[in-house]
């Protein structure tokens, strides 16, 4: 071991979900868009030119808040933009969790909050999901520096009631909940109509689901303007530019066509409610998912094995091999031929 | 002041320079390159489609990474991208400077290394440049936490020979040496050649200045295989996407176009070496810079007199209300026929 090394900071790597490069492989692993992007987006590709690179990017990435601030019917002075929601997240973590009271969220979760909140040292404590995988809202009544959830929860799909998600925010006024929205758009209730009534909330958005954007790294939050404010000048004191022209230009596209946004949105929606009957006829189980993915354990045939089964043919699902979910599979709404695909194959190794 | 308030990170942020959104200005003031990109991105935006672009882009950007490998001739594995140099450096800061010993940089220098470590929690202590802005090896001996400087550096412009950069590596093989080569293609000498040498050593770079792809955001680190793998590790515990598919697509056309990156730095370093001449005759002095912009002070104008004069003409230099540097301009090279207009400007104003 060289001397440099022991300076080095520890951590354990993420490992994200596989991108096979064979492209037979029907992914419904990494819950993203089976459709292609709006053809707005192909429309702002074509219009783009290479000469404006050459200067720096507009570090506000204003047009791009402002197309989004419009969508939401807010003032673009209420958008804070991201290099995916992934950024957002950290940033506000960094800007707002500095209480050193542990922050809450729940113990079946998006897998980056604890890691965030290593990195930047903020304890914190995992409330335990009920039986159900739901969010218990009395358990985010004690002290703390700051409540994280994803609604609907990820993995898991649930979608805590609106009533409930006031409920938190109102218990906590003296510090920033943050609803991590990023599958909201399958059917699930926004908490973005609350701003005007919370000034300690904080709103999370991604194009990576229902914008079909994954590939451009685009997210942002939503918030009272001194909160977008705070997280502003956080994000400046550091790291002035990071939403490159491409990802301002096609956000704008993909954020200002909402008809196509309406429409694949449905389409997913519908695909995700037949595949909860094929799976329930097949002998699955799982709550009922508001997001792009279903949550599912079967009755005889365990996880590790149903992913291993599925991967041989070509079909890859996310297994996470952790305490309480382990006899779980995530699939991701895809298209209804991929479901098609996923439920023949089903239907045959499960006879 | 609202409850959550108290728990607000403070910061002071960071004012970049101006991108004025009239045309016709003159910008002088933010170190981008007065030319379009290679014609080879321009091809590539052409041959880019939307459908990609649901899917999450490469989290290791392969394609990227081999490109400016190829360019270096240097493994891939060599190669750590990232969104801008500063994403890089800040990463590099995290990753590396963990000790708890002070890092050392220069008291002159970029704007940015103070407040990544305060970010961080690292100690720090500044060594002063000499009169003539000169970097002092001699001080970079003492026992440190890592060791950071430009070089060329900002916004001075001053090389520090290869011999002497050498010279701070070796003598600090128990900590990583960073040598930020934003500048480095105007004219100086690289330390790429080093890294067969010294496994301390981690070089990074920038496509914003000689590549002309600020708006697009890539920059990267070059280092021994052992060294990028630690980057890599603390990068995907807590963020794996970062480089959206754009900036791989175009970054790559950008890295293999060698000839026309010759022949822009050859015409900015060729316009750099006639403004020493113009700018001395008019009564300027300047360090011998190496970079895309000269560092300059009157011999009888002040400089805040000056950089206000020329805002009012419409040409934007950059001017620092700093100790040791307030009586400095920055300006950088433009195309020939903006710094005649810079030159036609000084000859009236300061006649």
């Known amino acids: 071991m060289r001397a440099w090394e022991n300076n080095v900071r520890k951590v354990v790597p993420y490992v994200p979900g596989e991108q096979p ?27 783009m030119t290479a000469e404006p690179l ?13 197309a989004i601030a419009a969508e939401h019917g807010l003032r673009p002075e209420q958008v804070f ?18 209480s050193g009271k542990p922050i809450l969220f729940p113990d079946i979760t998006y897998s980056f909050y604890d890691v965030w909140a290593e990195l930047f040292a903020i304890p914190y404590e995992r409330q335990p999901l009920n039986g159900r995988f739901e969010i218990v809202k009395e358990d985010y009544r004690k002290e703390n520096g700051g409540v994280v959830f994803p609604n609907p929860n990820a993995p898991t799909g649930v979608e805590l009631p609106l009533a409930d998600v006031e409920e938190i925010i109102r ?4 510090v920033i909940v943050i609803v991590d929205e990023a599958y909201i758009d399958f059917g699930g209730t926004s908490a973005v109509g609350l701003l005007e009534k919370y000034d300690n909330l904080l709103v999370v958005r991604t194009f990576s689901k229902s914008r079909s954007m994954a590939g451009m790294r685009i997210g942002y939050a939503l918030g ?13 004191s550091f790291n002035s530019y990071t939403m490159n022209e491409a990802a301002i230009c096609l956000g704008v596209a ?4 909402h008809a196509y946004f309406e429409e694949t949105r449905r389409k997913i929606i519908a695909t995700r409610e037949r595949a909860k009957q094929e799976l329930a006829k097949l002998g699955f189980s799982f709550a009922d998912s508001k997001a792009n993915f279903l949550f599912v354990t079967h009755r005889t045939c365990p996880a590790r094995e149903l992913f291993a089964a599925l991967r041989a043919e070509g079909i890859y699902v996310r297994y996470f091999d952790k305490p309480r979910i382990d006899n779980y ?14 439920y023949d194959f089903l239907r045959r190794y499960l006879r």
Chains 1, 2 share one sequence.
């Not at 419904?28 to 992007?37: A, D, F, G, R």
């Not at 200067?55 to 047009?63: E, I, L, N, W």
Request: glycine share 4%.
């Open 224 to 236: 009272n303007e001194d909160v977008i404010r705070c997280l502003n000048n956080v994000k400046f």
């Open 81 to 98: 933009p991201g290099v995916g929601s992934d950024d957002v997240l950290a940033m506000a973590f960094l800007t707002f969790f500095n």
């Open 21 to 47: 490069k064979d492209r037979k492989v029907i992914k419904l692993n990494t819950n993203e868009n089976p459709y292609p992007p709006s053809p707005a987006v192909t429309e702002a590709l074509r219009r």
């Open 254 to 257: 993909a954020a200002e066509d």
């Open 171 to 174: 218990s906590n006024r003296d």
């Open 329 to 342: 599979l995530r699939i991701t709404i895809g298209t209804d031929a991929e479901m098609e695909a996923l």
């Open 54 to 66: 050459r200067k720096y990017p507009d570090p506000t990435a204003g047009r791009l808040t402002e």
